[in-house]
């Protein structure tokens, strides 16, 4: 959902892998951009230059900020037998069924953290909770270089609060694994 | 501002007046600012612009397709598309170059797609600012200050025709320049793009998929794919639109059976699919033996173009390559089902 943070979000991801000696790439997909609206983003991490720019449909894993959205057929189109999915939910990983057999699945309820940090807002940024999450899941970037991608983001007190926010989202998260 | 139209007009007259200037644009602005495009070329006036590809409404959205950019072709602005952020950032500085050649001295399109380009993120290297320096000498128009007089002056009919003229013969030019400052950005750089027109994996290939912009990073991947599966097919990625690679195409004419155009624009009641093929068909036709022609609508109104999709295509050229003779000269990819959901 837009306003949750998944475009920026995204790209703090994409620079963490940059940041590893990693190729990425981050390709946003809305209608206008609007607190509220529903909003995809794609990234690709690679060994070499990524060079196709369409956007994703058969993913290695989902990442779902809002958890209004996992209930949602589009969510899950496309995630195949294998895939991860990191999911902003409260309840265990064992509970959730995406219909397909996956390799990994994570919950965090983020919105809770975001709140205890960020104070309660009517929609809550959990996007820096959430990466801390897919680094704890996925093991494909490391919390380190989130944090420095964060700290060059957004300098200062903000930026102790996010790291703090993805330090929790990395300690909190409960992973099951097939 | 309080338009695009005006922009352009304050962006044509701070070149006159002797500054180097940029701005940019897509879509509705593009096509509001048209009538101030033509100011540029027709004063020789070296303005460099982004044009970020969007479909214009209200068949479009905010989402990228090539209509708002082709449509300024004829207003004698040189159009170069770009693949990634990459190449715009190398390109916008080699624009300047170009335009601002006393051989030249017509404006630079830096054209690319809204959102595949201009909203994604890749690792991209900036230049050294002294190195940019070196490269692009302070802007000083000299036949500004050869003919000041001329500016305010309307030309008689007669001259018009030769101010005409003259543009055209600076966009012949603008071919060999464009190369010749790309290389030079190359060897300064390390990144050069091959000027107007890319061959990519076509050693020994019986065809060719010809692209324009961000689907040509998809294109290169796919055409990998055919190539390891011993498919005689290569991509050909078209940079320069404006001035239009001619030269180039009638010599691959000799070398590729078949052709073709993918498309990312539409021209409703045009003689036969997208802008690029009938260019294209214009460049060969006065050749005895030309290749098949084969075109595709795709991406438009800022649809995606799939890995399938650019599969589809290559496929469908391969075929007319095998049987000898095109059975659909213009297809519509996007209605066909492929099988892809977002």
């Known amino acids: 959902m837009g306003g949750q943070g998944a475009v920026l979000g995204t790209l703090l991801l994409a620079e963490a892998a940059f940041r590893e000696g990693k190729w990425a790439q981050k390709i946003p997909v809305y209608g206008g951009m609007r607190r509220g609206g529903a909003v995809t983003v794609f990234l690709r991490i690679d060994e070499k230059p990524i060079r196709r720019s369409c956007g994703i449909y058969e993913p290695d894993a989902i990442v779902v900020l809002d958890p209004a959205l996992i209930k949602v057929e589009a969510t899950r189109t496309g995630l195949r037998k294998g895939g991860i999915a990191v999911l902003n939910y409260r309840g265990k990983p064992e509970e959730v069924n995406l219909g397909v057999e996956l390799s990994k699945v994570a919950t965090i309820d983020a919105t809770a953290i975001s709140t205890d940090l960020f104070g309660p807002r009517a929609i809550p940024i959990t996007n820096t909770v959430m990466l801390g999450a897919v680094s704890r899941a996925t093991r494909w970037v490391k919390l380190e270089s989130l944090y420095e991608a964060i700290r060059r983001q957004f300098p200062g007190r903000i930026g102790e609060l996010n790291v703090e926010a993805c330090e929790r989202g990395y300690e909190s998260v409960e992973v099951w694994e097939a | 501002m309080e338009g695009e139209h005006t922009?352009?007009?304050?962006?044509?007259?701070?070149?006159?007046?002797?500054?180097?200037?940029?701005?940019?644009?897509?879509?509705?602005?593009?096509?509001?600012?048209?009538?101030?495009?033509?100011?540029?070329?027709?004063?020789?006036?070296?303005?460099?612009?982004?044009?970020?590809?969007?479909?214009?409404?209200?068949?479009?959205?905010?989402?990228?397709?090539?209509?708002?950019?082709?449509?300024?072709?004829?207003?004698?602005?040189?159009?170069?598309?770009?693949?990634?952020?990459?190449?715009?950032?190398?390109?916008?500085?080699?624009?300047?170059?170009?335009?601002?050649?006393?051989?030249?001295?017509?404006?630079?399109?830096?054209?690319?797609?809204?959102?595949?380009?201009?909203?994604?993120?890749?690792?991209?290297?900036?230049?050294?600012?002294?190195?940019?320096?070196?490269?692009?000498?302070?802007?000083?128009?000299?036949?500004?200050?050869?003919?000041?007089?001329?500016?305010?002056?309307?030309?008689?009919?007669?001259?018009?025709?030769?101010?005409?003229?003259?543009?055209?013969?600076?966009?012949?030019?603008?071919?060999?320049?464009?190369?010749?400052?790309?290389?030079?950005?190359?060897?300064?750089?390390?990144?050069?793009?091959?000027?107007?027109?890319?061959?990519?994996?076509?050693?020994?290939?019986?065809?060719?998929?010809?692209?324009?912009?961000?689907?040509?990073?998809?294109?290169?991947?796919?055409?990998?794919?055919?190539?390891?599966?011993?498919?005689?097919?290569?991509?050909?990625?078209?940079?320069?639109?404006?001035?239009?690679?001619?030269?180039?195409?009638?010599?691959?004419?000799?070398?590729?059976?078949?052709?073709?155009?993918?498309?990312?624009?539409?021209?409703?009641?045009?003689?036969?699919?997208?802008?690029?093929?009938?260019?294209?068909?214009?460049?060969?036709?006065?050749?005895?033996?030309?290749p098949l022609l084969l075109n595709f609508h795709v991406g438009l109104g800022g649809s995606d173009v799939t890995i399938n999709q650019i599969r589809y295509m290559a496929e469908r050229v391969l075929e007319a390559y095998e049987r000898g003779y095109v059975e659909k000269e213009v297809e519509w990819v996007e209605l066909l089902d492929l099988g892809e959901v977002m």
């Open chain 2, 7 to 290: 922009a352009m007009a304050a962006a044509a007259a701070a070149s006159a007046a002797g500054a180097r200037v940029f701005t940019a644009s897509a879509a509705q602005g593009i096509v509001y600012m048209e009538e101030a495009l033509w100011m540029p070329p027709g004063r020789r006036l070296p303005v460099v612009m982004c044009m970020v590809n969007r479909a214009i409404a209200p068949l479009g959205g905010l989402r990228p397709d090539h209509n708002d950019s082709l449509l300024q072709r004829d207003t004698g602005w040189i159009q170069l598309y770009c693949e990634n952020s990459q190449e715009v950032l190398d390109t916008v500085v080699q624009a300047y170059r170009i335009a601002e050649d006393r051989r030249i001295y017509l404006p630079v399109a830096v054209c690319y797609e809204g959102y595949f380009v201009s909203a994604t993120a890749i690792p991209t290297a900036a230049p050294d600012q002294g190195e940019v320096d070196d490269f692009l000498p302070p802007y000083k128009h000299e036949l500004y200050s050869l003919y000041p007089e001329d500016y305010h002056r309307p030309p008689f009919p007669m001259n018009i025709a030769k101010a005409r003229y003259e543009v055209q013969q600076a966009m012949e030019r603008a071919k060999g320049v464009i190369e010749e400052v790309d290389e030079e950005y190359a060897k300064r750089f390390g990144r050069g793009y091959d000027g107007l027109i890319e061959e990519y994996a076509c050693e020994d290939v019986e065809a060719v998929l010809i692209t324009m912009g961000s689907m040509t990073g998809t294109a290169r991947d796919v055409v990998d794919e055919l190539r390891g599966e011993g498919k005689p097919i290569g991509l050909v990625k078209l940079r320069g639109f404006r001035p239009f690679p001619t030269e180039e195409f009638r010599e691959m004419a000799m070398r590729y059976h078949v052709i073709g155009v993918v498309d990312r624009n539409t021209s409703f009641g045009s003689a036969g699919g997208g802008v690029v093929a009938m260019e294209l068909a214009r460049a060969l036709y006065p050749l005895d033996d030309r």
